[in-house]
């Protein structure tokens, strides 16, 4: 076991790749990846299906080797270094099970049997709501107590960082309000937090920083405020362009113009700027914009643009933001 | 990962104990079945040795308990419990594999080893003689276990699932029983069905309790004599021990093929 000073990060991957399968079967599923989680944090690894968000996050949490790269859990190793990392992390897979046989009392005293220093369970039983659920079997219990029960487990040793792959999948959303809830609490006593998810809702709710992957490699990474703001505000009205208006192209801060579905789309580096300029050239040409809009960035704007391949070009990979 | 913490494989054993006792099936098939054999006792020599009815009696006794509790038991959790993810869900824990492991297959180790202790007082109270080497009996017990219980886990990691560990466990119960079974085969088939499993415990039990020589069904060995007598069969187990391990090790699996 490697020891140290307290590391300045809780969680530091370097050029993180995973592949399966070898030969003509080999598949890359994480293609050089760099993320950093610090101390007091909640970090977002946001992606569609197949983005590499889960094999990323299992070589993470020590179940899995990286192929190449290097990753570092409070300063250690999460696979030499098992013993200690476990004792420090709680981790919430994206799929897992417990016996159903057994209640929930007895599931959460036998994961606390397991533990250096767990909490009592009757407090991570109040937590996550499940103190009147205690002598019901697990084989009984909803998809939501369900996953509140996997949870308890999670936090049961009061970790420093929490790694949860899609904690709110299949959830209905009073469950998960709960659980945004129950990670704002944690980030407030101090813990790290690294989730997988693609509801971006989610994301742009809990993250102070969010990493969007794609095929494989993170192509965005920041603030939700600042991935919003590299990426151009829209105004949108029905129809094309009518006659009256000046070429569109030419006001101020447009960088693209499209009519698409029957619709004009104004992408702007500076919407107010954009739709001063397009709202004075219609009233100056007595020209109306039937359905007018304008929307600021968001980031599910961002997400779509990656999700529908605008990075899908190696070069624009290399160049995205990091 | 080969550490492994007391505290923290007795309570996850405690839960597997639980769920024994709670599957009512299971229940009948680790404790039952391996006692069952103990009760044809009461039909036996008396402990005359005219037929060596108390010896096979004993040894099957003690091949049920390591076929049902141990090997069966162990698989069918294994296999049930990688689907159900539980066992992926463990390993995110401070449990080490070999805990995790070693939790499973405590519960039926323990009715497998209290079966062994039992059926020595049993068998005296009907007339059996006690054990002429408890040392070797016990070695042959401990070996026993570990080799169906390291089978167990060897074969967990080609069964597809609970229903297919019916199909899968076959090859294993066949080493189990075939000793037994080819006791009145020709001399050119038992040489070589003497080099299983099976045989090799049924002979160290007939020695080491009974100090039965080679087909013998009266006491014919000294306690020096059970040593020698037990070379071979004790060499047998331990290198099929040694090669369940080894099997073990290199194909455990610990969640279902995506």
């Known amino acids: 076991m490697t020891t140290s000073a307290p590391p300045d990060l809780h969680i530091e991957v370097r050029g993180l790749r995973r592949s399966y399968g070898t030969g003509t079967t080999a598949f890359e599923a994480v293609r050089g990846v760099d993320l950093v989680v610090e ?48 004792r420090r992390t709680g981790v919430l897979l994206q799929t897992s099970g417990f016996p159903a046989d057994l209640t929930v009392g007895e599931t959460l005293r036998m994961w606390s049997a397991t533990m250096t220093a767990p909490r009592p369970v009757e407090d991570a039983l109040a937590e996550l709501d499940l103190t009147d659920r205690v002598d019901v079997s697990v084989r ?36 998960r309000r709960r659980v945004w809830d129950l990670v704002a609490r944690l980030r407030d006593r101090g813990c790290s937090v690294l989730l997988t998810t693609h509801h971006l809702e989610e994301a742009e709710t809990l993250a102070d920083r969010v990493a969007i992957m794609h095929a494989g490699r993170i192509v965005r990474e920041g603030t939700p405020a600042q991935l919003g703001a590299d990426h151009p505000s829209t105004i949108r009205f029905e129809g094309a362009a009518p006659a009256g208006l000046p070429d569109l192209a030419g006001l101020t801060a447009v960088r693209r113009v499209a009519a698409d579905h029957g619709r004009t789309t104004i992408e702007s580096d500076d919407l107010q700027a954009t739709l001063t300029a397009l709202l004075a050239a219609a009233a100056d040409g007595g020209v109306r914009l039937a359905g007018l809009e304008a929307r600021s960035a968001t980031l599910e704007s961002v997400f779509l643009a990656i999700a529908s391949g605008a990075h899908t070009d190696d070069r624009a990979l290399e160049g995205a933001d990091r | ?114 079966t062994a202790l039992v059926a020595v007082p049993f068998a005296m109270l009907l007339g059996q003689p006690a054990p002429l080497n408890p040392l070797l009996y016990a070695l042959t017990v401990v070996v026993t276990l570990l080799l169906f219980a390291a089978f167990a886990l060897w074969t967990a990691a080609w069964t ?31 040489r070589f069905t003497d080099l299983t499993p099976g045989a090799a415990m ?35 187990l331990v290198a099929w021990a040694a090669v369940a391990i080894y099997l073990a090790r290199r194909s455990m699996r610990w969640e279902p093929r995506s």
Do not use: H
């Open chain 1, 39 to 86: 101390p007091g944090t909640v970090v977002a690894l946001l992606g569609t299906n197949g983005a590499g968000k889960t094999s990323a996050l299992e070589v993470v949490e020590g179940l899995a080797p990286p192929t190449a790269g290097e990753v570092r859990v409070l300063g250690l190793d999460p696979v030499a270094d098992r013993a200690e990392v476990r």
């Open chain 2, 160 to 190: 597809k699932n609970a229903e297919a560990a019916q199909i899968t466990s076959m090859p294993v119960i066949l080493l189990a029983v075939l000793g037994q079974v080819a006791i009145g085969f020709p001399d050119e088939v038992r």
């Open chain 2, 1 to 114: 990962m080969t550490t492994l913490s007391l505290s923290r494989t007795a309570g996850l054993a405690r839960a597997n104990a639980t769920l024994v006792v709670r599957n009512k099936l299971t229940l009948t098939y680790a404790v039952v079945i391996p006692l069952a054999p103990l009760l044809l006792l009461l039909l036996g020599d008396s402990g005359d040795g005219s037929n060596g009815a108390g010896a096979a009696a004993i040894v099957t006794a003690l091949m049920m308990a390591a076929l049902f509790p141990v090997f069966y038991n162990l698989l069918s959790q294994l296999v049930t419990r990688r689907d159900e993810l539980v066992l992926k869900r463990l390993r995110t824990g401070e449990s080490t594999d070999a805990e995790i492991i070693a939790s499973l297959a405590l519960p039926g180790l323990v009715i497998a080893l209290a």
């Open chain 2, 202 to 236: 049924t002979d160290l039990v007939r020695v080491s309790w009974f100090g039965f020589g080679t087909d013998d069904v009266e006491r014919t060995l000294d306690f020096a004599g059970t040593w020698s007598a037990a070379g071979q069969p004790l060499l047998v």
């Open chain 1, 140 to 175: 009984s219990l909803s998809g939501g107590e369900l996953r509140r029960l996997d949870l308890a487990c999670t936090l049961l040793g009061e970790p420093e960082v929490v790694l949860l792959d899609e904690p709110t999948t299949g959830l209905d959303p009073e469950s």
